[in-house]
């Protein structure tokens, strides 16, 4: 995991208009436009995470069995019936 208390400074180049948005929404938390965008970026790695973690533990479960040990699995007919459908 990458050292969270080590700053660096970096240039970005934005489209007016998402610039103009960046410093509104800095202007309303009492922060700098450097800070938020920081802090956006941190709560986007934060979430991309935990979807990883998340991802991966729903993974590592394998497959599940969807019916019981010497049941059949219904066939085509059962499951569309064509009459409920109508």
């Known amino acids: 995991m990458v050292e969270m208390g080590r700053r660096l400074n970096v240039t970005i180049t934005l489209e ?13 938390r009492g ?13 986007h790695m934060r979430g991309a995470d935990a979807y990883e973690a998340a991802m991966g533990r729903y993974l590592a ?9 010497g049941e059949r699995y219904p066939d085509r007919e059962e499951l569309h019936v064509r009459s409920l459908l109508r």
């Open 16 to 28: 007016e208009e998402v610039a103009r948005w960046v410093r509104v929404r800095a202007a309303e």
């Open 31 to 43: 922060t700098s436009v450097s800070r938020l965008v920081g802090e956006l970026l941190r709560e």
């Open 61 to 69: 479960r394998g497959p599940a069995p969807l019916k019981e040990a």
